[in-house]
């Protein structure tokens, strides 16, 4: 994300303009524009136009409207933006008060306006202009006729492709069939990482499979690179990480990422440190439960008696609609860090998010034991808000 400037007042009232330069940036855009905010930006507008003749003609023009955000909606596999509001300044193809929606783009400037820029906004902000925050994991799970190629980025994990070919079972007399069939498939797979994978960027590719798959699947393409002279491939053979997985489906991501090996490789990333914390926590649950805590009510009793080590948060619920909820979030965010607590903000478009989303969102390993909070009643606050 390009800043292309910042001007928030001392009341925390402000606006700031940005630049999405990668889908990653829309994630970012869409964890950081809340309902009742205004935003600025290029959109196209249908006018239709009356002659002096009296037929008329429609044209779609470029417009700067500003809208008051009533409405998100975020398509992550197209990383579209689409805001809904109505037009709160002039414009001469818009009337005041009408409706729009605005699609945020890659690489068209907004302008972003609040009411209260708190930190966690302002943190978001600071997070999605690091220059070194890119998708530097890639990961392939796959099994016999199904693949998901992936990037883990440090916010989320998208699928970049998914490949599904039918493969002829080997039966006695036609294994020409599945040997054609799985070479297909292995070959949809090499061109899914050639198209999907920058190599300058990723340090890792996980391939990860049940059985030999993943093996065989590797020799294939290493066999191809050689026989077509694929450089590319060739020269980023030792980026390559083999693991095992149960399956092909995305979900398997998750044991895959706790594989010591990827963890070792891996270790300086976002993505890594957020699923070897969420290990230790159930570690703490089930070896010192007095010491480890989920739910909003456990977690503010814990931070009152100053006993937070280590605080969980998943941004979904900084993107809940009900504004004081949110400031209560914030406020236990901000509190925490006085404190001095760790605290991570875990994204729910990653594997180890949507476990700390099962876990009403929040969690906090502890500095010392509270087994008093064990006796208390106070859970069944499951606050995760849906999108």
């Known amino acids: 994300m390009k800043l292309i400037y910042k001007n928030i007042e001392k009341d925390g009232c402000g606006s700031i303009g940005l630049v999405p ?24 507008r249908k006018v239709q136009t009356e002659s002096s003749t009296g037929s008329s003609t429609s044209n779609r023009v470029r417009t700067t409207l500003t809208i008051r955000v009533e409405s998100i909606d975020f398509d992550t596999q197209a990383c579209v933006l689409r805001l809904k509001g109505r037009n709160i300044e002039e414009n001469q193809y818009v009337k005041m008060g009408a409706y729009h929606t605005l699609d945020l783009e890659q690489n068209r400037k907004f302008i972003l306006q609040k009411v209260l820029w708190d930190s966690v906004a302002l943190d978001r902000v600071e997070a999605a202009c690091d220059p070194t925050a890119t998708a530097d994991v890639a990961a392939v799970v796959m099994q016999e006729g199904l693949a998901h190629v992936c990037l883990i980025t440090p916010s989320m994990t998208l699928v970049r492709s998914k490949i599904d070919v039918t493969i002829p079972r080997k039966r ?60 590319l491939l060739i020269e980023n053979k030792g980026k390559f990480l083999l693991v095992k997985a149960s399956s092909g489906f995305k979900h398997s991501l998750k044991e895959v ?29 089930q070896l010192e439960p007095a010491k480890a805590f989920y739910g909003k009510k456990h977690v503010e009793k814990a931070n009152e008696a100053l006993a937070l080590e280590t605080l969980m948060i998943s941004d979904k619920l900084f993107r809940c609609q009900d504004i004081s909820k949110r400031k209560e979030y914030v406020a236990l965010v901000d509190s925490a860090r006085e404190n001095g607590c760790d605290v991570r903000i875990f994204s729910s478009m990653h594997v180890s998010g ?16 509270m087994p008093e909070l064990e006796d208390s009643d ?9 999108d």
């Open 21 to 44: 330069e990668e889908s990653e940036d829309m994630w970012h855009a869409y964890n950081l524009i809340a309902e009742g905010d205004a935003v600025t930006a290029s959109t196209v």
């Open 172 to 231: 006695k007399g036609f294994v020409q069939q599945h040997e054609k069939g799985l070479n297909k498939f292995y070959d949809a797979v090499m061109q899914g990482i050639l198209r999907h994978i920058d190599f300058n960027i990723v340090k890792c590719v996980i391939l990860a499979s049940p059985g030999f798959v993943k093996d065989q699947f590797f020799d294939y393409m290493m066999q191809q690179a050689i026989k077509t002279d694929n450089k």
């Open 257 to 285: 990422l706790q594989e010591p090996s990827v963890m070792a490789k891996i270790s300086d990333t976002k993505a890594a440190s957020e699923v070897k914390l969420l290990e230790s926590f159930y570690t703490m649950l």
């Open 354 to 369: 949507e476990q700390l989303d099962q876990l009403t969102g929040i969690a906090a390993i502890l500095r010392f034991p």
């Open 378 to 386: 106070l859970e069944g606050d499951s606050d995760v808000e849906s």
